[in-house]
């Protein structure tokens, strides 16, 4: 028996390894049919698609007031996805983008980079999808309930109801991201129509000072020495209030704990808001350059 079992288990060798030989170095896997992907709603057509900025100027009461309402019209958004949760600094939402505006769609699922990497476009049907405002901030989701008093925001929708309402199109390209991103204007850092108008964008900030790096401090310590709202570290900058403007970092952010860049830096993420409050969110380390 033992005899059989050892010609068994060397036949096994012989075959496996016939089969990787015959793949080759070159061996890539196949490319996935673009007209029939294993994610979102192959089935939504281009029908009535709108800008991000005419949707938010549509909704503006809505999302200025921090509070949410339904998409009950048959209309559509298409966009640039380029910011997404591979790093964990960005948690269960994406962000959007298009040559006029900019978004976050909140989604509550894990692991949205493997199918929504940053240059994936993607279209939405916002039918029966909610919008509003989440310290003005605004966003494309489900409904949030507060378990402790009942109260309703905008919030997550689940992955079932996002996979049937998006559709990606077309190959990643991650150059049509960096295209989209645009330089921030410090002059304007206390501007409410410019937060406006921006908040939710790619964009780039030059020649800044992280305050409080020293070449020891980290982006988002948790270990008590610094103030944490939602396990999040807002980390100021040299010659602005942190009422206007934070590098806003995750504890949970892969990154938390390197050590933040000393000296003058040019960074790039997701400019997002809370209330008057530009809040950056780096996507990586990456996103932080010596200043040119």
């Given at each position: 028996m033992k005899v059989i079992q050892t010609i068994k288990y060397a036949l096994i060798l012989c075959i496996t390894g016939l089969i990787t030989s015959c793949m080759g170095s070159d061996y890539a896997a196949p490319q996935l049919d673009q007209s029939n992907l294993p994610y979102g709603n192959n089935a939504i057509q281009e029908t009535q698609v709108t800008t991000i900025k005419k949707l938010k100027d549509k909704y503006s009461s809505v999302i200025s007031q921090s509070n949410y309402t339904q998409i009950n019209e048959d209309v559509q958004i298409k966009?640039?996805?380029?910011?997404?949760?591979?790093?964990?600094?960005?948690?269960?939402?994406?962000?959007?983008?298009?040559?006029?505006?900019?978004?976050?769609?909140?989604?509550?699922?894990?692991?949205?980079?493997?199918y929504l990497p940053v240059g994936q476009e993607i279209l939405v049907n916002l039918k029966g999808l909610y919008i509003g405002g989440y310290g003005e901030q605004c966003e494309v989701g489900g409904i949030y309930v507060n378990t402790t008093n009942g109260s309703k925001s905008i919030g997550r929708m689940d992955r079932y109801t996002w996979e049937s309402h998006v559709k990606l199109i077309n190959t990643v390209d991650p150059s049509k991201a960096s295209k989209l991103a645009e330089d921030f204007d410090g002059s304007k850092v206390k501007d409410l129509t410019y937060l406006k108008d921006n908040s939710g964008k790619l964009m780039t900030i030059h020649n800044v000072t992280l305050a409080d790096a020293d070449g020891k401090a980290v982006y988002a310590p948790n270990d008590g020495s610094v103030q944490l709202?939602?396990?999040?570290?807002?980390?100021?900058?040299?010659?602005?209030?942190?009422?206007?403007?934070?590098?806003?970092?995750?504890?949970?952010?892969?990154?938390?704990?390197a050590i933040m860049?000393?000296?003058?830096?040019?960074?790039?993420?997701?400019?997002t808001r809370f209330r008057n409050t530009w809040q950056i969110l780096l996507r990586s380390t990456d996103d932080i350059t010596p200043a040119k």
């Open positions: 966009g640039i996805v380029t910011g997404n949760d591979e790093q964990g600094n960005i948690y269960q939402e994406i962000s959007l983008q298009d040559s006029t505006g900019a978004l976050l769609v909140s989604i509550g699922a894990g692991g949205l980079h493997g709202t939602s396990n999040c570290a807002n980390r100021p900058f040299q010659g602005y209030s942190s009422q206007n403007l934070v590098l806003r970092t995750s504890t949970y952010a892969d990154f938390a704990n860049p000393t000296g003058k830096v040019d960074i790039t993420g997701i400019f």
